[in-house]
């Protein structure tokens, strides 16, 4: 079974060889923070209000953390000499100073409750906002991809992008970004309180800190590429999973089970790889903070008792001094954390951002102009198409006209180019050379959503999607309950609902499991029918249906009061096609025939070849 994105590489019935990879593969091992987790900034700054109270919150959260200090220091003073230090102090708390002392630390620690409890609801409403709009201008981008851009990616991989790695990034804004609001305000607090103290003392504590900043650059250059092949690798995960419980069936009828255990084993043991590496680099950074901070501790312990000594700062002030000395080590024990989730996130960025960047190469031109009229004509002129990824010409030259009313059938050997001409007319491809018209205007010079809306189309793959047979009907419309039973009329749909047990609102599972492939396909013929479409346009639709059931759906669809509907029908049943007003015959992308049923059997050619195998008159004439 293979898997969307695979195929560079022999892969050779090994389910660890042919595991797509991104290019970025190839880049270099060293790589720095900050080339697309800044973009998330822009995104916050849409709720500025939000995050600037936020920080605001902080920055008081933060005083009310430190000033406990000070106090300690103040009743440290106190109980050692029996004054006040500083003494504006007496005429606030002289009359009953050891409750004063104690009265002051509460109300530090409520007003502390208070402004985190508010800073953190801010920034994490913040993030919430900025999590909706970055996941939602990445739905977008992917939702306005021509259906071109599908075909090489693996839907797992793409689905992982929009859950966890958007997530991920939500932790940077919520997280990452108040940590990084607190150890500035706290650092840049602290280093004002302890300069008025003692300006010997302070430059102690903040020298060894300077190593830091080698160990961040060391630390930041090696670990964020692990990170992102761990983002690939649950990506892949995802996607291998996905394919496995969406063709569940086919793997236990062909014993695959062990086959894709070793797929699945093969990604979760390169996610582990990866995460082992990055965990190795983590904790090497740690402790060095750790050392650095023990460092800078020792020393203005050490240096405490000559300061002291000299009489520049008093006991109470030394012991506020150790105190935010302390306060300001925590700040570096979480820094490890920081930028391991940093390192993350940009991991994610750079997978979240490669999607919402995308631009879609099938758009409408800058003087397009709506279809504002019907579908009175389709007409092809000297097409030409050839897919990118293929090496030669999918069509070549072909050329033929549809008016109101007329049926035309396609037939031709797998391969032949029939659905790409489908696939032509809606616009999810262009061709190279030719021109496609509508009403006699090039189908460049419309805009795409006006001419879908005024198309019918139903895949040889019918997709339905979770949810009722109600809701797939009326996909994206606002349906009456008259106009929903005319289109399952039509499309011969109307006595199997009724004989379920929930009638129209039975559930039909993930893609319509819950239904047959003949049920399928009726419904999906009834919701293209539902839009009262001027152009039907029909790819292998008939395929699942038996030949009694296809029978009753064209007498229905071709004695349609619509009488200037036109129809285009993709066909290897040529039963499917014979009544139509004109048949073509397609080899190798390349219109060898065309005309009426009765002259093509009587030119005895491609479709009388075709003709005869499936009536088996082929098989009795050579008996």
Same mark, same amino acid.
């Given at each position: 079974?293979?898997t969307?994105?695979?195929?560079?590489?022999?892969?050779?019935?090994?389910?660890?060889?042919?595991?797509?990879r991104?290019?970025?593969?190839?880049?270099?091992?060293s790589?720095?923070?900050?080339?697309?987790?800044?973009r998330i900034?822009?995104?916050?700054?849409?709720?500025?209000?939000?995050a600037?109270?936020?920080?605001?919150?902080?920055?008081?959260?933060?005083?009310?953390?430190l000033?406990?200090?000070?106090t300690?220091?103040w009743?440290?003073?106190?109980y050692a000499?029996?004054?006040?230090?500083?003494?504006?102090?007496e005429?606030?708390?002289?009359?009953?100073?050891?409750?004063?002392?104690?009265?002051?630390?509460?109300?530090?620690?409520?007003?502390?409750?208070?402004?985190?409890?508010?800073s953190?609801?801010?920034?994490?409403?913040?993030?919430?906002?900025?999590q909706?709009?970055?996941?939602?201008?990445?739905a977008?981008s992917l939702?306005?991809?021509?259906?071109s851009?599908f075909?090489?990616?693996?839907?797992?991989n793409?689905?992982?992008?929009?859950s966890?790695?958007?997530?991920?990034?939500?932790?940077?804004?919520s997280d990452?970004?108040t940590?990084?609001v607190?150890?500035?305000?706290?650092?840049?607090?602290?280093?004002?309180i302890?300069?008025?103290?003692s300006v010997?003392?302070?430059?102690?504590?903040?020298s060894?800190?300077i190593?830091i900043?080698?160990?961040?650059?060391?630390?930041?250059?090696?670990?964020?590429?692990?990170?992102r092949?761990?983002?690939?690798?649950?990506?892949?995960?995802?996607?291998?999973?996905?394919?496995v419980?969406?063709g569940i069936?086919?793997?236990q009828?062909?014993?695959a089970?062990?086959f894709e255990?070793?797929?699945?084993?093969?990604?979760?043991?390169?996610?582990?790889?990866?995460?082992?590496?990055?965990?190795?680099i983590?904790?090497r950074?740690?402790?060095?903070?750790?050392?650095?901070?023990?460092?800078?501790?020792?020393?203005?312990?050490?240096?405490?008792?000559?300061?002291?000594?000299?009489?520049e700062i008093?006991?109470?002030?030394?012991?506020?001094?150790?105190?935010?000395? %302390?306060?300001?080590?925590?700040?570096l024990?979480?820094?490890?954390?920081?930028l391991?989730?940093?390192?993350r996130?940009?991991?994610?960025?750079k997978?979240?951002f490669?999607?919402?960047?995308?631009e879609?190469?099938?758009?409408?031109?800058?003087?397009?102009?709506?279809?504002?009229s019907d579908?009175e004509s389709?007409?092809?002129?000297?097409v030409?198409f050839?897919?990118?990824?293929?090496?030669?010409?999918?069509l070549?030259?072909?050329?033929f006209?549809?008016?109101?009313g007329?049926?035309?059938?396609?037939?031709?050997?797998?391969?032949?180019?029939?659905? %790409?001409?489908?696939?032509?007319?809606?616009?999810?491809?262009?061709?190279?050379s030719?021109?496609?018209?509508?009403?006699?205007i090039d189908?460049?010079?419309?805009k795409?959503?006006?001419i879908?809306?005024r198309?019918g189309?139903?895949?040889?793959?019918?997709?339905?999607?979770?949810?009722t047979?109600?809701?797939?009907?009326?996909?994206a419309?606002?349906?009456?309950?008259?106009?929903?039973?005319?289109?399952?009329?039509?499309?011969?749909?109307k006595?199997?609902?009724?004989?379920?047990?929930?009638?129209?609102?039975t559930?039909?599972?993930?893609?319509g499991?819950?239904?047959?492939?003949?049920?399928?396909?009726?419904?999906?013929?009834?919701?293209?029918?539902?839009?009262?479409?001027?152009?039907?346009v029909l790819?292998?639709?008939?395929?699942?249906?038996?030949?009694?059931?296809?029978?009753?759906?064209?007498?229905?669809?071709?004695?349609?009061?619509?009488s200037k509907?036109?129809?285009?029908?993709?066909?290897?049943?040529?039963?499917?096609?014979?009544?139509?007003d004109?048949?073509l015959?397609?080899?190798?992308?390349?219109?060898?025939?065309?005309?009426?049923?009765?002259?093509?059997?009587?030119?005895?050619?491609?479709?009388a070849?075709q003709?005869?195998?499936?009536?088996g008159?082929?098989d009795?004439?050579?008996?």
């Amino acid at each position: 079974m293979s898997t969307n994105g695979q195929g560079k590489g022999d892969s050779s019935g090994d389910p660890r060889k042919g595991i797509s990879r991104d290019s970025s593969d190839l880049e270099d091992e060293s790589q720095v923070v900050g080339k697309k987790i800044w973009r998330i900034f822009p995104y916050v700054l849409r709720y500025k209000k939000l995050a600037f109270g936020g920080v605001v919150a902080n920055a008081g959260a933060r005083a009310s953390d430190l000033l406990p200090f000070l106090t300690i220091g103040w009743a440290a003073d106190f109980y050692a000499t029996q004054t006040f230090n500083p003494a504006w102090l007496e005429s606030y708390i002289g009359n009953s100073p050891y409750f004063g002392f104690g009265v002051i630390i509460f109300l530090c620690f409520l007003l502390l409750a208070i402004f985190q409890g508010t800073s953190n609801y801010l920034w994490q409403a913040t993030s919430y906002n900025a999590q909706h709009d970055i996941r939602m201008d990445a739905a977008r981008s992917l939702i306005d991809m021509e259906a071109s851009y599908f075909e090489d990616r693996q839907t797992g991989n793409l689905m992982s992008v929009l859950s966890a790695d958007i997530s991920l990034l939500e932790d940077v804004i919520s997280d990452s970004s108040t940590s990084i609001v607190r150890i500035l305000i706290t650092f840049t607090m602290a280093a004002i309180i302890l300069s008025l103290m003692s300006v010997k003392l302070t430059l102690m504590l903040f020298s060894p800190l300077i190593l830091i900043i080698p160990m961040v650059v060391w630390f930041a250059t090696r670990v964020q590429r692990r990170y992102r092949k761990q983002r690939e690798s649950t990506g892949s995960i995802v996607s291998i999973l996905e394919n496995v419980l969406g063709g569940i069936t086919v793997m236990q009828a062909y014993n695959a089970q062990d086959f894709e255990k070793l797929r699945v084993d093969s990604e979760s043991e390169r996610y582990r790889d990866q995460a082992i590496s990055a965990s190795l680099i983590r904790n090497r950074f740690i402790p060095g903070i750790y050392i650095v901070a023990g460092l800078a501790f020792g020393l203005i312990v050490t240096a405490g008792g000559w300061v002291l000594e000299s009489g520049e700062i008093s006991i109470g002030e030394y012991v506020t001094f150790l105190l935010i000395s %302390t306060r300001m080590t925590f700040p570096l024990f979480i820094l490890g954390a920081l930028l391991n989730q940093i390192q993350r996130g940009e991991a994610a960025a750079k997978r979240v951002f490669a999607i919402v960047d995308l631009e879609p190469s099938i758009v409408d031109n800058e003087d397009a102009m709506p279809l504002e009229s019907d579908i009175e004509s389709l007409a092809f002129e000297d097409v030409t198409f050839q897919y990118p990824s293929s090496e030669g010409n999918v069509l070549n030259g072909i050329s033929f006209k549809v008016t109101p009313g007329e049926f035309v059938g396609i037939m031709g050997h797998t391969g032949a180019g029939k659905s %790409t001409i489908l696939k032509l007319i809606e616009r999810f491809y262009e061709p190279q050379s030719g021109r496609i018209l509508i009403n006699g205007i090039d189908i460049n010079k419309l805009k795409i959503d006006s001419i879908r809306g005024r198309i019918g189309f139903v895949s040889q793959d019918p997709f339905l999607f979770f949810g009722t047979i109600r809701d797939n009907i009326a996909y994206a419309r606002d349906a009456t309950e008259e106009e929903i039973d005319a289109a399952l009329i039509e499309a011969g749909a109307k006595e199997f609902v009724m004989n379920l047990p929930e009638g129209i609102d039975t559930e039909v599972g993930d893609r319509g499991v819950k239904l047959s492939g003949g049920q399928k396909a009726r419904i999906s013929l009834a919701r293209a029918l539902l839009t009262k479409p001027n152009l039907l346009v029909l790819d292998e639709a008939s395929a699942a249906l038996d030949a009694e059931t296809e029978q009753r759906i064209q007498s229905s669809l071709f004695s349609s009061v619509d009488s200037k509907r036109m129809t285009v029908a993709v066909a290897h049943r040529l039963a499917t096609i014979r009544n139509a007003d004109e048949i073509l015959a397609m080899v190798d992308g390349v219109i060898v025939e065309r005309g009426l049923h009765e002259e093509l059997v009587a030119a005895d050619n491609v479709y009388a070849s075709q003709w005869k195998i499936q009536t088996g008159e082929l098989d009795s004439e050579a008996a």
